[in-house]
């Protein structure tokens, strides 16, 4: 390992250390052992989720207790306008106009910030600790203000820290930041289950099973994302011997799981908004519908699993561009054996690429509804996320090929310097 891949990988670590240290600042005036006495009635449901994603910081309020959800909020809602409206399409695909996207993008984000918080905030004004303490210890109006602010500068330097791992560290900066959430609760988790064992109220037995199927979880999920249907390209002889010192790639690979990780939390974001408005009324009614939605009920991951799929499809459908494929392999001289250049490539990609997303979008219910069943039927003192297990694979597996990457680059370099 050389000194230039050291340096990326110290930086990185460095940046993700003071990411740690920012979920232990909490939020000028609350009463952080009211708010984690909620966090840990809701352990195993969605908010346990929630509090998983940002690393423990929601259940300390911290000033980063947001996470970097915001950003990535912005970020969804720029892409959908990207694909429905051309001109901003374009925008992004041009350098200069990149820049500007980015920074739409970076406006978009303070704006959901400061209406989460000022939500969260005024929330928080009806919680309570089991003793009667309130939640919020200073005048309301002057918290909804610091809570706001603070917020706001939590996830402002979150998405500085993400950026400077991307651009000085190794990979992506946002998905490391997530990643470095959901590792940090571990050690908690493990001592958790090490407690229930040891004063008996789970069994070895149970500890064991719970393994195997966390084992068999990361290894389906890493078999699914390796995968991908490669189709093969062929070139004209004129293109091939225009290319001869350069390296053209003779298939087009598309992955089984083309949506990524969007879909589970897309779906989980819209069930878990009706859950928390109604949560507080006090309607006969509402409460009933409440009940119905419980995320700890059969229903709601009955919808989730729909939701999954629905949103596995639509996203797919933006990131992977048929018509532009098949427009750029005609451009280059290649085509695909037994299909016509132009409308017949695309519609031959579409009709597989369609197939291989119904394959990913069960995959990706099912590793959505997983918690909940393990929670059920084992007693498990944590949320034990197949979403999760799934970011934290994608960004291990994504970290590692930049590594590699980099390892091979220097190798080049160093053979380029010798004159071999």
């Known amino acids: 390992m050389n000194k230039t891949l050291t340096n990326k990988i110290l930086i990185t670590l460095a940046f993700l250390f003071a990411y740690r240290i920012l979920a232990y600042v909490p939020v000028p005036g609350v009463n952080v052992s009211v ?19 940002s690393g423990g910081a929601a259940e300390r309020l911290s000033i980063i207790s947001l996470g970097i959800m915001p950003y990535i909020t912005a970020s969804i809602i720029m892409e959908l306008l990207a694909a429905t409206f051309p001109n901003i399409g374009k925008m992004k695909k041009e350098r200069d106009g990149m820049q500007k996207y980015m920074q739409i993008i970076r406006y978009a984000t303070i704006v959901i910030t400061l209406v989460q918080s000022i939500g969260v905030s005024i929330g ?6 089991k003793a009667g303490q309130s939640a919020i210890m200073i005048d309301m109006n002057t918290f909804i203000a610091l809570s706001a602010v603070s917020m706001l500068a939590g996830t402002m330097l979150l998405m500085w820290i993400g950026e400077q791992i991307t651009q000085r560290g190794i990979g992506n900066g946002i998905s490391l930041i997530i990643f ?77 799981n083309l949506s990524g990780v969007i879909p589970p939390i897309f779906a989980s974001a819209i069930l878990m908004f009706p ?29 989730t699993f729909l939701l999954v799929i629905f949103f596995a499809y639509f996203y797919a459908s933006i990131v992977f561009n048929a018509k532009d494929i098949a427009e750029n ?5 290649g085509f695909i054996p037994g299909i016509r250049p132009g409308e ?14 119904l394959s990913g979008s069960i995959y990706l219910g099912l590793v959505s509804t997983l918690p909940w069943l393990i929670v059920k039927f084992f007693g498990v003192p944590f949320y034990f996320g197949g979403t999760s297990v799934l970011i934290v694979v994608q960004v291990a597996l994504d970290t590692m090929r930049k590594i590699e990457a980099q390892i091979y680059m220097n190798k080049y370099q160093t053979l380029s310097a010798v004159g071999l």
């Open 124 to 129: 928080l004004q009806s919680l309570h600790g």
């Open 275 to 303: 859950s928390t408005i109604l949560q507080s009324s006090t309607n006969e009614y509402v409460l009933k519908i409440y009940d119905f939605l419980n995320p700890n009920g059969f229903f709601f991951h009955f919808l």
């Open 35 to 53: 708010i984690k006495e909620f966090f840990d009635s809701n352990a195993s449901n969605a908010l346990g989720l929630f509090n998983m994603f």
């Open 329 to 333: 392999l005609k451009r280059q001289g």
């Open 344 to 357: 017949g490539t695309a519609n031959y990609l579409n009709e597989i690429a369609s197939r291989l997303t």
């Open 180 to 256: 470095g959430g959901i590792v940090s609760t571990i050690p908690s988790a493990i001592s958790g289950t090490v407690n229930l064992v040891n004063t008996g109220e789970m069994n070895f037995l149970t500890i064991i099973a719970i393994l195997v199927v966390i084992l068999l979880t990361i290894w389906a999920i890493i078999i699914v994302e390796l995968g991908e249907r490669r189709i093969p390209i062929s070139y004209s002889r004129k293109v091939i011997m225009q290319n001869q010192n350069k390296r053209i790639m003779n298939y087009i690979p598309i992955k089984i």
